[in-house]
């Protein structure tokens, strides 16, 4: 029997992370966020990729309006071994909150998926969930269709909705703000 022998992984910190940023450790070009502790290369976005992050990024602006940021593709403090970069982030508060640290807390966090839905599905879920995120959307482009999570429990989510591009979703934080998935898509 051939007994496959798992190596211990060094996982770093969200501060050795950037530290390592600071230093210059990565090229400007380098499209990395930090996940569970391991660096992780992004995939490189496609044009109906950025299409989908613009569409949606404009469509959460518009309908939460003031008192919130909607971030674009920026780093998100999810804990100390954590700083991803959802593609569409609304977090509370103006963009001068984050002047001095990137948010922690946000209301709705999205991730676009063309090549990426298993990482999308699989290792973001879970720590958007185990960080209490209270509203995670992925908008799949090859099915043409949002999945909605809600309710962050135990490291996973106890609400899963799936809603065609012919159907309209409401954010938790504003419920009465009808978005139709197909003008998210590209």
Known sequence: MNAVLELPR???????FERMVDAGVFGPDDRLELLDGEI?????????HATAVTLVGDMLRAAFGTGVTV???????????SEP?????VVPGDPRSYRDAHPSQALLLCEVADSTLAYDHGKKLAAYARAGIPEYWILDLEAERLEVFRRPDAGTYAERTVHSSAEAIAPLARPTQGLLVKEMLP
């Open 85 to 89: 970069e959802p593609d569409v982030a």
């Open 10 to 16: 060094y996982r770093f910190s969200r501060v050795q």
């Open 40 to 48: 992780i290369d992004m995939a490189p976005q496609k044009s109906r």
């Open 71 to 81: 971030r674009i593709q920026l780093p998100f403090c999810l804990d100390d071994h």
